[in-house]
């Protein structure tokens, strides 16, 4: 059975920084599409950012780009989200995601197969 588990949220000031964890049981995520999205109340789900092993690239959504950074630790079979500079609107809940193959071209909900619980990044202004 495939777990993702969030971890690392919590309550930051704006400036400030966090780093997001995602750790995979019961799945490797080799060289599959890894994402991560976020969803504020009353939004939708939106994808901030996603990486390729398959290709070693990155991709951000405007308003995050140059600052957040994800990146893959296969070792301990976690992906990373470092949150820098984070303002109040990165305030949500964040998920990571897992899209088999290695296709990695979109933030569409539906193509990622696997996704974790979720972890809540509140920035205060």
């Known amino acids: 059975q495939v777990h993702l588990v969030e971890s690392g949220g919590g309550s930051v000031q704006a400036g400030g920084s966090l780093r997001l964890s995602c750790t995979a049981s019961?799945?490797?995520?080799?060289?599959?599409?890894i994402a991560w999205f976020r969803q504020a109340p009353g939004k939708e789900r939106e994808g901030v950012a996603r990486?390729?092993?398959?290709?070693?690239?990155?991709f951000y959504t405007g308003s995050v780009s140059g600052r957040f950074t994800i990146s893959q630790n296969n070792a301990k079979n976690t992906v990373y989200l470092q949150m820098d500079s984070v303002k109040y609107e990165d305030t949500a809940m964040y998920y990571c995601?897992?899209?088999?193959?290695?296709?990695?071209?979109?933030?569409?909900?539906?193509?990622?197969?696997?996704w974790g619980q979720g972890t809540q990044v509140t920035v205060s202004s």
């Open positions: 990486l390729s092993p398959y290709s070693d690239t990155t």
């Open positions: 995601a897992a899209e088999l193959g290695n296709s990695c071209r979109s933030f569409i909900p539906g193509s990622y197969t696997f």
């Open positions: 019961g799945y490797t995520f080799r060289r599959d599409c």
